[in-house]
């Protein structure tokens, strides 16, 4: 454990990247004898690793939340997140302190530990009424996040989209990005296709990704000179 902090800390990636690095996450987390917990698309999830350390009779745990990119979610979702669970909870509950502040590489967890707010279960639920409708987007982008997908760079492929989607000034209300494993046609790597118009593109790189944004997603054009062929099924 570090010098400051002697109950069990929890290194928790907050987003897709840190899953793709979480080997990186684990050698931190040894280093700073922690464990390594995932936010969102990753297990261990935050829940279970609270459960995990309070029936190991854990009296104390901290969770400090690392984002190794730029678009991941705010540190308050952590507070949220282990709320729910501390509300959860039966019986005996440790206390959990969340650092306020992510740490935004490697370097920065022990600065981030001297941060820590303690969770007292009055946090926000998981439930608003702003999530309760199937939101009105027309396009939702699925952006490949499998194994050669993630190898080729679609990582940076994913964050052009959304930062280009950003300054175009467009909102989850029109075009959903949503990250998914393998598609299939893995040798176009990385794979990026757009519903409900079922256009597929290939080798989507950020230029690639910025163009699909502008023209497809805004204006309305499939951009041709990255489309990949499809050949549908239809009936029997
Ligand atoms: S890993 Fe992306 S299409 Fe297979």
């Keep these: 454990m570090n010098d400051d902090v002697t109950a069990p800390v929890v ?28 936010l969102q698309m990753g297990d261990p999830s935050v829940s279970s690793e609270l459960t995990r350390l309070a029936d190991l009779g854990a009296e104390r745990v901290v969770l400090v939340g690392v984002s190794l990119g730029s678009l991941a979610p705010a540190a308050s979702w952590l ?60 396009h939702q982008v699925l952006v490949c996040r499998g194994p050669r997908c993630t190898a080729l760079g679609s990582d940076r492929t994913a964050e052009a989209v959304i930062l280009e989607l950003m300054r175009l000034g467009q909102t989850d209300d029109d075009v959903l990005i949503t990250h998914t494993g393998c598609q299939f046609p893995c040798n176009h790597a990385p794979v990026v296709s757009v519903q409900p118009d079922d256009v597929w593109y290939g080798d989507v790189d950020p230029d690639a990704a910025r163009q699909i944004t502008a023209e497809h997603l805004v204006g309305g054009r499939p951009v041709e000179s990255v489309r990949l062929p499809r050949s549908r099924r239809t009936g029997r």
Excluded: K, Y
């Excluded at 840190?18 to 922690?34: D, P, T, Y």
């Excluded at 440790?94 to 502040?101: I, N």
């Excluded at 600065?111 to 998981?126: K, M, N, S, Y």
């Design 79 to 138: 507070r949220r997140i282990a709320g729910h669970w501390l509300r959860q909870r039966p019986g005996r509950r440790p206390v959990v302190e969340v650092a306020t502040r992510l740490a935004n590489e490697p370097a920065q967890v022990l600065e981030v530990l001297r941060l820590l707010r303690p969770v007292t279960g009055t946090e926000a639920g998981l439930e608003s009424a702003a999530w309760e409708d199937v939101p009105g987007h027309r």
């Design 11 to 38: 290194l928790v990636g907050m987003s897709v990247r840190e899953v793709q690095a979480r080997n990186l996450l684990h050698e931190v987390a040894h280093e700073h004898r922690a464990t390594v917990a995932f």
